[in-house]
């Protein structure tokens, strides 16, 4: 009888964990730049980056490689580049994101709205970089 209440209380820690673990398995992979809609960038999961396709891989480690502009010029023909970086999981709906970019280095909050069925659907909800200042929005 003694013991009930410490199972509870172990089975509710397992519960609550249980959302991040499926968050990282489900974003785990390549993503390949689809749309933007609604404040959301939405990816499609690829085998691999397209050569002049924005992206992103996730990789099991925590590592990243992200897929964009090499340069400042968003006319195209737009050059883009791999730059590596790293994700962490925040919650059961967000992560962060470090990655290097052609102007220093940029860190962004993401709230993930969808990461399944092949679809990777996100809002960047705060973004900082190294040479430009902070930009938040409230979710």
Do not use: H
């Amino acid at each position: 009888m003694k013991y009930i209440p410490i199972l509870i209380i172990g089975l509710l820690g397992l519960s609550l964990a249980c959302p991040k673990k499926k968050l990282k398995k489900t974003i785990i992979g390549t993503w390949v730049y689809d749309s933007y809609s609604e404040s959301s960038f939405v990816y499609k999961s690829m085998d691999s980056l397209k050569i002049n396709s924005p992206g992103i891989e996730f990789r099991k480690n925590g590592t990243l490689i992200k897929r964009q502009n090499a340069g400042w010029c968003g006319t195209p023909p737009i050059t883009y580049s791999n730059q590596e970086g790293s994700w962490k999981i925040l919650s059961d709906t967000s992560i962060q994101i470090s990655y290097d970019y052609w102007r220093g280095q940029v860190e962004e909050n993401l709230w993930i709205q969808a990461s399944e069925e092949g679809i990777l659907k996100y809002e960047i909800i705060e973004s900082r970089a190294s040479q430009e200042q902070s930009i938040n929005k409230e979710k």
